[in-house]
């Protein structure tokens, strides 16, 4: 296999893997916390206004819906997943995916909380790191912990997925 298409396969792989492993938790936290679930709608939303020149919105849930929102959300979330995933095998390589360590996952996974906190929380008009939700804290607290289960989910990918060649 060409080198780029097995780091294709592998990142499609472990990140559809990790990004199971992030929407599990997210049921977790559901039931236990009564907490809501992440809504891929509103990613979706947001990524359909680009096309209308809007980048920034005071209220992204004010913003006007765009059509099949919902279904754009999940794809755009599972790519997502995929695109970290593709970074953390080009960055460590094809050997981290024969081997896989926690520490790479852990290291791509500062970015993957970096992401929302900086770019779509303020994108979305909830601040930086979710500073002008009701519960800044616990709007954090509930991203690093997705995004931890997201990290730990490219490891346990990568070594399920290494179970294969063994």
């Not at 980048?55 to 849930?61: L, N």
């Not at 926690?102 to 970015?111: I, K, R």
């Not at 770019?119 to 509930?142: C, E, W």
Request: glycine share 10%; net charge positive.
């Amino acid at each position: 296999m060409h080198e780029v298409d097995e780091i294709l396969l592998h990142s499609m792989v472990i990140g559809i893997g990790a990004t199971l492993v992030m929407d599990l938790w997210g049921c977790i936290q559901q039931r236990l916390f009564k907490s809501p679930s992440l809504d891929y709608a509103l990613v979706a939303r947001w990524l359909g206004h680009f096309a209308r020149g809007r980048f920034r919105h005071a209220s992204i849930m004010a913003a006007s819906p765009i059509a099949n929102e919902r279904a754009w959300g999940w794809i755009v979330h599972y790519a997502i997943g995929i695109v970290f995933a593709a970074l953390l095998v080009y960055l460590w390589g094809v050997e981290w995916v024969r081997n896989p360590t926690l520490a790479p996952a852990l290291v791509v996974g500062v970015g993957t909380v970096a992401v929302p906190f900086f770019v779509m929380q303020p994108a979305f008009g909830v601040g930086i790191a979710g500073a002008r939700t009701p519960s800044p804290t616990i709007t954090r607290l509930k991203s690093l912990a997705a995004y931890t289960a997201f990290d730990l989910g490219l490891f346990l990918a990568a070594n399920v997925w290494a179970l294969r060649g063994a």
